[in-house]
C-alpha cells in the first residue's frame, strides 16, 4: 500500500485531498499545524502530524514519524490579497517562509529517502496567479510563481533518480478557509485609490462565473500522482481549465 503525505490539511484542499486519497486505499499522513484540532477521523490508514513548515524541526520529526512516504504533497499555503504599498512586509515575509521557503524545505527533507529506494512522487501546489496575472496579489503571486521555476528546475535533476516532481494549479476557491486565514483587514490593504479599483475585482470575486471546488483538487493530485506520460502541469478546476485552453 503506498504512502501519501500531505501539509496544511486543517481544512480546504489539503484536507480534502487527504479524504480522497484514503477514500481510494491509500495510507494517507495528514499533517497540520494543531492536529488536536483535525477534521479528519484517524484510522489505521490515516494518521495525523504535527506539522509546522517553516520550522525545520518539527519538519524533521514529522517526517521521521511519518516513516517511508511514496508521495509529498506541498499544499500548506498562506494568501494576501491588497495593494502592495500597504502590503505589511513582515506579512509578505511570512507568505514567502510558508509558500516557497516551507516548500523547498519539505521538498529537501524528503529527497534522501526517495532517492536511496529510487522511486518517489512530489505534488507541488501554486496557483493560477502564475498563469494569468490576477491583481492585488502581487506577493502571493511571487511566492508561488518562485515554486513553478523551482519545480522545473528540480524536474530535471531528480528524474534520473526516479523520482518526478510535479505541478498542481488550482484556480480560486471560494469555499476553503484560505480568503478567513489572515489576520489582515482589507480596508487597511485597500486603502484609496486602490479601493475604488478594488471593487469591481472584489464584486467578480463573489461570483465567480467559473471556480475550484476541493474535489477537483483531489482529483488533480491523483491524476498528478498517478500520471506516468512526463507530464508536469495539471491546472485544477473549472475557471483554471478554462484559462490554460
Ligand atoms: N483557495 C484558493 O483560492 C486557492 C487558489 C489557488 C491556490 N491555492 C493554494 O492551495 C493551497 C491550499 O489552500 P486552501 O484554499 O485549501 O486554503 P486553506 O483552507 O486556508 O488551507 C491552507 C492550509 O495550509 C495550512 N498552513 C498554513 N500555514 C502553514 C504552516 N506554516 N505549516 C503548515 N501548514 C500551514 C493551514 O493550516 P492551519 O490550520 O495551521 O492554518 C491550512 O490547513 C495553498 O497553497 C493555496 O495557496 C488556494
Known amino acids: 500500500m503506498k504512502t501519501i503525505l500531505i501539509t496544511g490539511c486543517s481544512s480546504g484542499y489539503g484536507l480534502e485531498t487527504a479524504r480522497h486519497f484514503h477514500a481510494l486505499g491509500w495510507n494517507v499522513v495528514a499533517t497540520m499545524r494543531r492536529p488536536s484540532a483535525a477534521p479528519l477521523t484517524a484510522s489505521d490508514r490515516l494518521h495525523t502530524l504535527a506539522l509546522d513548515v ?14 517511508p512516504i511514496d508521495v509529498l504533497v506541498n499544499n500548506a499555503g498562506i494568501g494576501l490579497f491588497g495593494a502592495l504599498e500597504h502590503s505589511p512586509m513582515q506579512k509578505i515575509r511570512d507568505i514567502f517562509e510558508t509558500n516557497t521557503l516551507g516548500t523547498i524545505a519539505m521538498t529537501q527533507a524528503a529527497i534522501p529517502q526517495m532517492r536511496a529506494r529510487g522511486s518517489g512522487v512530489i505534488v507541488n501546489i501554486t496557483s493560477t496567479t502564475t498563469l494569468a ?3 492585488l496579489a502581487a506577493a502571493y503571486t511571487g511566492s508561488k510563481t518562485a515554486i513553478q521555476g523551482f519545480t522545473r528546475s528540480l524536474a530535471h535533476e531528480l528524474a534520473p533518480l526516479g523520482i518526478a516532481v510535479k505541478l498542481v494549479e488550482p484556480g480560486y476557491g471560494p469555499t476553503t478557509a484560505f480568503a478567513q486565514n489572515t489576520e489582515i483587514r482589507l480596508e487597511d490593504v485597500l486603502p484609496e485609490p486602490y479601493w475604488s479599483y478594488a471593487q469591481p475585482i472584489l464584486a467578480g470575486m463573489a461570483e465567480p462565473a467559473l471556480f475550484t471546488t476541493e474535489a477537483d483538487v ?13 507530464r508536469s502541469h495539471f491546472p485544477a478546476g473549472a475557471d483554471a481549465l478554462a484559462l490554460v485552453a
Do not use: C
Not at 54 to 67: Q, Y
Open 218 to 230: 483531489a482529483k488533480a493530485v491523483w491524476q498528478a500522482v498517478h500520471d506516468e506520460s512526463g
Open 133 to 135: 496575472p490576477f491583481p
Open 54 to 67: 517553516t520550522n525545520p524541526d518539527s519538519i524533521a520529526l514529522a517526517l521521521e514519524r511519518a516513516g
